[in-house]
């Protein structure tokens, strides 16, 4: 029997870190903008350069957030396919693409705030970091020394439940 299962990404959820984000990077620039020190006081200036800081910051994660959140919406091939030979994860802009059963060594369940989250623990996950891409490099070798594995399911970011989910991962992985 052949299996060749797609689930696609909950494209109706609410991106409340891209909101929060935007709305904490306006009310910055304002305070940034309407705080700039008219004296070259030392600590006007550094509490002016430590908001300068923030700000980037604050934009960075936004901008990536962003960038997330259009691939939910437009990306048609933003999915997570099971197939005979692998699990192929294209759900998000920091998955790591095709992993072969063989290279899964376990699955774990971890809870959050109002989500539930599947770690699929690799025997080499350092295999799975990206050649050329800086930045999804970064995120996933920070993933790689949090949970240890650079594969992390979210409930509320797939259409299926995440129970049956990790009992398929379990079956293929256990051939």
């Not at 998000?92 to 063989?102: A, D, H, L, M, Y």
Request: net charge positive; with cysteine; proline share 3%.
């Amino acid at each position: 029997m052949s299996t060749n299962i797609s689930i696609p990404i909950n494209r109706k959820r609410f991106p409340s870190i891209l909101i929060i984000g935007l709305l904490l990077t306006t009310s910055l620039i304002y305070n940034v903008s309407y705080s700039i020190p008219t004296q070259l006081s030392m600590d006007d200036l550094l509490v002016w350069s430590l908001k300068i800081a923030l700000l980037v910051t604050l934009v960075f994660y936004t901008s990536i957030s962003l960038v997330s959140y259009l691939k939910v919406v437009f990306d048609k091939t933003a999915i997570l396919k099971l197939t005979d030979t692998a699990m192929i994860d294209n759900s998000s802009i920091f998955s790591c693409g095709e992993i072969v059963w063989e290279d899964i060594a376990g699955v774990t369940m971890k809870k959050g705030i109002h989500m539930h989250y599947l770690i699929v623990k690799l025997k080499n996950p350092e295999k799975y970091l990206p050649k050329g891409n800086f930045l999804k490099k970064y995120f996933i070798q920070n993933r790689i020394k949090k949970l240890g594995t650079p594969v992390i399911l979210s409930e509320t970011h797939l259409k299926c439940n995440i129970d049956v989910l990790r009992e398929i991962i379990l079956e293929h992985t256990l051939k």
